[in-house]
């Protein structure tokens, strides 16, 4: 059973910077596309970037594009979300999801990922 935990998260002023983890366990993480989501009080979840697992192509809301950065360090079975220039919208909880169907980061904001980790809240606030 493949397992995610995510780490990382805490207070950081607007503008800062914080670097998420998500580490995979029970099986390889380079046979998955992996996606970070997130969700704030009282809205929708959003999907906010996803790497794949054939060839590394990697995808961003337009709302992060540009200060986040997703990355895979195969050694060590964990995906990293780059989060730099926050803003206080930016604040949430922030999960990251698996999955192992193909080509499965395509329109990531819409799939539903089939493991989940239980998230680690972000909040960007002066």
């Known amino acids: 059973q493949l397992q995610l935990v995510e780490s990382g998260g805490g207070l950081v002023q607007p503008g800062g910077s914080l670097r998420l983890s998500c580490a995979v366990s029970g099986f390889s993480s380079d046979y998955y596309d992996i996606a970070w989501f997130r969700q704030a009080p009282g809205k929708e979840r959003e999907g906010v970037s996803c790497?794949?697992?054939?060839?590394?192509?990697?995808y961003y809301a337009d709302s992060v594009g540009g200060r986040f950065t997703i990355s895979r360090d195969s050694a060590k079975n964990t995906v990293y979300l780059q989060m730099n220039s926050l803003k206080p919208e930016d604040t949430a909880v922030y999960y990251c999801?698996?999955?192992?169907?193909?080509?499965?980061?395509?329109?990531?904001?819409?799939?539903?990922?089939?493991?989940w980790g239980q998230g680690t809240q972000v909040t960007v606030s002066s």
């Open positions: 999801a698996a999955d192992r169907r193909y080509y499965y980061c395509s329109g990531f904001e819409t799939r539903e990922f089939n493991y």
């Open positions: 790497i794949s697992r054939d060839d590394g192509r990697t």
